[in-house]
């Protein structure tokens, strides 16, 4: 080490150096910055015969602080990205954050062709979020274009980055598909412990961290497709009590809406045009046990003079809706 510590009893030479292996509490995850000149002087006293002080310092040692490379990848979706065949401009969203040392600039690359899965998306753009609110605002948040605009970030800071896909026609209900983002530093990757000389911020080594200064994670897109179904059927009551369709006889219309699959329908609206040769039955829409007024208010059924309407709303997968109205036989 080189110490120039002279004329010192061993004891006081331990109690020096033990004074001194403190430092200070790291203010980052990522620990002191990179370039930090960490700077180590030993000091001792002792008194002469006389009775007078006498101090001596050693030489100071400087070790300068390597850059740590390190990156994680997260994927922030709060679960699978719903999506529907032939969807595009779906969005998935991942955090990068720069978990060594030093600025780092680090390249990013989305995998859609995943194998494992059940489909491939089509990359459209990596987008980075410009604007710091966590929301892909198309044409305010910059594309990102390798090389161009790699995210240049300190030490423990993040960017959200979002992956923008279409969903391919051919996938269907329940199907999966893995989407990978990776970031790897720009100064260099490889083995933890890997070195490059003279590389790191503030004039040290730019040093290979535990990450390899290269992560990934994956986000998934499923399908949720609903699928829905009409059934419908019809009882006739007679003027006799029976059940013969002849004129005056009453028809029971009944739609029955089941939704199956995964998702939801929204906006769902039965129509049924009333037969000729029939009389629609005024104020005989019941929608769900409810009866409805023929006019367009603010219940979900009506009647415009030749079709009924029942505005069933959002409709969620494994739910049913049912109608019925009348219209008697002339
Ligand atoms: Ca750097
Ligand atoms: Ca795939
Ligand atoms: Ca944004
Ligand atoms: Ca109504």
Do not use: C, H
């Amino acid at each position: 080490m080189g110490w120039r510590i002279r004329r010192l009893p061993k004891a006081a030479v331990l109690g020096a150096l033990l004074a001194s292996a403190s430092f200070a509490s790291p203010a980052f995850a990522a620990g002191t910055p990179a370039g930090t000149d960490i700077t180590n002087v030993a000091t001792a006293s002792y008194e002469t015969p006389g009775g007078s002080t006498i101090d001596v310092d050693s030489n100071p040692v400087v070790i300068k602080v390597d850059e740590l490379l390190d990156v994680v990848v997260d994927n922030t979706d709060p679960g699978d990205v719903a999506t529907q065949p032939g969807d595009t401009g779906e969005v998935l969203t991942f955090q990068v954050t720069n978990s060594g040392n030093g600025n780092e600039a680090f390249t990013l690359d989305a995998d859609v062709a995943v194998t494992g899965d059940d489909f491939d998306p089509t990359l459209v753009q990596i987008v980075l979020d410009t604007n710091d609110n966590g929301v892909y605002d198309p044409g305010v948040d910059d594309v990102y274009v390798a090389g161009t605009n790699d995210p240049a970030l300190d030490p423990d800071e993040s960017i959200t980055v979002f992956v923008i896909v279409d969903t391919p026609t051919g996938p269907t209900d329940g199907d999966r598909a893995e989407v990978s983002l990776s970031a790897v530093a720009v100064t260099g990757s490889g083995a933890p412990g890997t070195s490059f000389n003279g590389q790191g911020d503030g004039g040290g080594d730019a040093v290979v961290g535990t990450t390899g200064a290269d992560d990934d994670d994956s986000g998934f897109l499923a399908i949720q497709a609903a699928i829905l179904d009409l059934i419908k059927s019809a009882t006739v009551l007679d003027p006799f009590g029976g059940s013969t369709a002849v004129p005056g006889s009453v028809i029971t219309y009944q739609i029955v809406a089941n939704v199956t699959g995964t998702g939801s329908l929204t906006n769902l609206v039965v129509s049924d045009p009333v037969p000729a040769d029939t009389a629609y039955v005024p104020a005989s829409i019941v929608f769900e046990g409810t009866g409805q007024t023929d006019a367009t208010d603010t219940d979900e059924g009506s009647f415009d003079g030749t079709q009924i309407s029942v505005d069933m709303g959002t409709v969620t997968s494994g739910e049913s809706r049912t109608i019925t109205f009348q219209v008697t036989i002339q």
